[in-house]
């Protein structure tokens, strides 16, 4: 009983040593499941600004929902490949009874080997030395958590760009309302006045007709938008994941938005600072990663083992527990595969040409990369120019309509030419709000190439 006591407390002086080892590690990766980011979905946006509805958006939508949880699993997942470090202690219990003891032949005799009734009770303890598996669980445990936050990231910077553009695109249609609105209202007036001008048989019936075929086409330009709207109100409710039933009224400053289009052209380009890149990074910390696992495998696995087995023999089932035949053990297993028909070897060499597969990545990022901003900065410089040229042409149109306007009422010029002012302003209106919003989505284009869009 002594030297079972002593095996024993050795297991047991053992087990809290080795503790040690694994506490440092979770010291290291342990996260607070309250610091992570809820998936509670807000029901309701009172104060729908581009930033809110961004946030708003970040926060609800199921593929953002979908990758914090891919985080959470690959963070059980670490801590289930680290939990290799810490022992292993098992309890195994057998009852079996024999119908037939076996019998061996012992100096021409027949012997039976054993009893009727065997009970055993096994306490087992294991504790990794040397584990490659645990080992590579342990160096990169860092990488794979940065990795599932870096395609939370990119999950983000992708939404936020979408829903911008769709925010831009609302507004836009928004506008075109607004300025149809106005048009009917002023047109409408003007019927008014043509018919009295026509009653009174100052002019003839050319004039309201004209009036009427303008204020016709113009209110069906007006429901034709109120449905565009509807579309692209949807569009962005679905990327947000705004409930459906619930009305989304966007806030924005249009004098804002008008200082928000400038961007410095004269960036260059840093491939760097993508989010594409750091994920590239990362693949390739594990690849090297993966590349040492293999190279490890030429090493010996070494392991601490021990045991107490309590035994229970006897012929007769109720005695059965009345004595025991414990035994116990201890152990250092070392293994080391000497041959495996150049399965390490090939291991390897896969390892190392998906490292250099990596770099080649990270090539191809950089060219195209340099291609996508190219192309957003084009885009953003056109779309620039153009707007411009709408704020300037919005302006001499609404110059000349107010001229017109004034000299048709002093008998000046004929309401052909009011007509013709009133659409060339509607027409410059339209195109001045269409481009403002053009720009601020190619500006949104140009942030994102220069990976300046951070979530």
């Known amino acids: 009983m002594r030297q079972t006591r ?5 297991m047991l002086l053992t087990t809290l040593l080795v503790l040690k080892i694994p506490s440092n590690l979770y010291s290291q990766t342990a996260v607070q499941e309250n610091s992570s980011e809820k998936l509670v979905a807000t029901p309701k946006l009172d104060d729908a600004t581009l930033e809110n509805v961004v946030q708003y958006a970040i926060k609800n939508h199921p593929q953002i929902q979908q990758s914090l949880i891919d985080q959470r699993i690959v963070e059980n997942t ?74 939370t990231a990119n999950t983000k910077i992708n939404l936020a760009a979408n829903v911008s553009k769709a925010f831009y695109a609302v507004l836009a249609t928004k506008q ?19 018919k009295n001008q ?41 990327l947000m994941a705004y409930p459906e039933n ?129 192309q957003a900065l084009a885009t953003y410089k056109s779309n620039l120019a153009v707007f411009l040229s709408q704020k300037e042409n919005m302006e001499l149109a609404k110059e000349v309509y107010d001229l017109i306007q004034l000299q048709y009422r002093s008998g000046i010029k004929t309401y052909l030419e009011v007509i013709t002012s009133e659409t060339d302003l509607r027409t410059a209106r339209i195109n001045y709000y269409n481009s403002l919003y053009l720009v601020l989505s190619s500006k949104v284009d140009v942030q994102k190439s220069l990976g300046q869009l951070v979530y």
């Open 198 to 238: 026509y009653n009174a048989g100052t002019t003839d019936k050319i004039d309201y007709k004209r009036v009427s075929i303008t204020l016709n086409n113009t209110l069906a330009l007006k429901k034709s938008n109120e449905e565009l709207l509807k579309a692209r109100l949807q569009n962005l409710k679905s």
């Open 78 to 151: 670490i801590k289930g490949k680290l939990a290799d470090w810490y022992p292993q202690i098992n309890f195994n219990y057998n009852l079996q009874h024999n119908f037939l003891v076996q019998t061996n032949i012992i100096g021409g005799n027949p012997v039976k080997l054993g009893v009727d009734n065997t009970s055993a009770a096994q306490f087992s303890l294991s504790q990794n030395i040397f584990n490659r598996d645990a080992l590579l669980a342990n160096r990169s445990q860092n990488d794979v958590r940065l990795q599932a936050s870096q395609t």
């Open 246 to 374: 619930e009305e989304l009224v966007i806030v924005y400053d249009t004098l804002q938005l008008d200082r928000d289009i400038v961007i410095d052209t004269l960036q260059q380009s840093d491939f760097t600072s993508r989010i594409e890149y750091k994920q590239l990074a990362t693949l390739k910390n594990l690849r090297e990663a993966e590349l040492k696992y293999n190279k490890w495998s030429y090493l010996p696995t070494v392991a601490f083992n021990g045991a107490y087995n309590l035994n229970f023999l006897n012929n007769s089932f109720t005695d059965l527990y009345s004595r025991n035949y414990p035994n116990s053990f201890a152990n250092i297993t070392l293994s080391l595969p000497i041959f495996q028909g150049g399965k390490r070897k090939a291991n390897i060499n896969s390892a190392e040409w998906q490292l250099k597969r990596v770099d080649l990545d990270v090539k191809n990022l950089k060219l195209s990369v340099n291609t996508e901003y190219q």
């Open 6 to 10: 002593k095996i024993l407390s050795m």
């Open 176 to 194: 075109q309302i607004k300025v149809t609105e106005g048009d009917i209202i002023r047109l409408q007036r003007s019927l008014k006045d043509a």
